[in-house]
């Protein structure tokens, strides 16, 4: 979207979205969160690391204009995911809403379905851990002084409540 202003910050994640997902109709979670992940995916795209995604696969498939990496959602009973669109044979950014749970995350999506490459993506998963391995001092280092906040702001209450991210094995 040409013109469009980037705000330093994501549209936020307020308290009604974590009960609105608190359905199994997929349909009523597709109708409530569609703008709101629209807002969210004109936020991301417009990331340094994703842009940067952007102009390798231009690189790569000259023919082909829309590349953006964030473009769609999927709905599910008490769920809904977004990841970038092209990912199966590179790392995938995602982000899901529950009910109870904002995750977000990186990925790497091992298995054949949608066009992907298990082989391909091995090679660019071992890549990655190369890179965090030679650079793990550095990453630990930016884990501690930069970890990853989460702010909530509970609506009728204009005081934020901070939680620190926390690692899972899901």
């Known amino acids: 979207m040409k013109g469009a202003a980037l705000s330093e910050l994501p549209p936020p ?18 109708e409530h969160f569609v703008s709101f992940v629209q807002d969210l995916h004109l936020f991301l795209n417009e990331t340094s690391c994703l842009r940067d995604i952007q102009v390798i696969r ?58 992907g490459d298990p082989d391909v993506v091995w090679t660019a998963y071992d890549r990655f851990r190369e890179a965090l391995e030679r650079h793990r001092q550095t990453f630990e280092q930016f884990a501690v002084e930069a970890p990853l906040t989460v702010e909530l702001v509970v609506e009728g209450n204009d005081q934020p409540r901070y939680a620190q991210a926390q690692e899972t094995s899901e």
């Not at 994640?13 to 597709?30: R, W």
């Open 58 to 115: 231009r690189e790569q498939k000259p023919g082909i204009t829309n590349l953006r990496a964030f473009r769609g959602f999927t709905p599910a009973p008490r769920h809904w995911y977004t990841h970038n669109a092209g990912g199966r044979n590179e790392a995938q950014f995602n982000i899901g809403l529950s009910p109870n749970y904002l995750r977000m995350g990186l990925g790497f999506e091992l298995t054949k379905g949608r066009h």
């Open 13 to 30: 994640v307020l308290e009604t979205h974590f009960q609105a997902v608190d359905t199994t109709d997929k349909e009523e979670i597709q």
